[in-house]
Nanobody, 128 residues
Framework: QVRLVESGGGLVQAGASLRLSCAAS????????MGWFRQAPGKEREFVAT????????YYTDSVKGRFTISRDNAKNTVYLQMNSLKPEDTAVYYC?????????????????????WGQGTQVTVSS
């Protein structure tokens, strides 16, 4: 069982930066593929970024490429999402997710149903 707790959300102006953190419990964190998703009001949850368990591979949705960076520190059981040049359309609840699928060191996952564990979410609001 894995428990995920997100933090770092808040209210910022367009162009600002935020860093989200997701702290995970469990000794096997280093073997999990991790992802960030977001859900805006009235919209479905969407994929944002993912990182392989080794950290060797990352992948982003097109709308955040070049602005967001996902990273992980397996020694601290934490995954991060650095968000720069924030836009009002980035406003959403951001969720951290973990997948226990164990394959190669570069496996990444972009579909929500591929993840087994979810955090409670952290609100990010970007004003114009």
């Amino acid at each position: 069982q894995v428990r995920l707790v997100e933090s770092g959300g808040g209210l910022v102006q367009a162009g600002a930066s935020l860093r989200l953190s997701c702290a995970a419990s469990g000794r096997t964190f280093s073997t999990y593929v991790m992802g960030w998703f977001r859900q805006a009001p009235g919209k479905e949850r969407e994929f944002v970024a993912t990182i392989s368990w080794t950290g060797a591979r990352t992948y982003y949705t097109d709308s955040v490429k070049g602005r967001f960076t996902i990273s992980r520190d397996n020694a601290k059981n934490t995954v991060y999402l650095q968000m720069n040049s924030l836009k009002p359309e980035d406003t959403a609840v951001y969720y951290c997710a973990a997948s226990s699928v164990i394959q190669g060191p570069t496996l990444i996952l972009i579909r929500s149903y591929e993840y087994d564990y979810w955090g409670q979410g952290t609100q990010v609001t970007v004003s114009s």
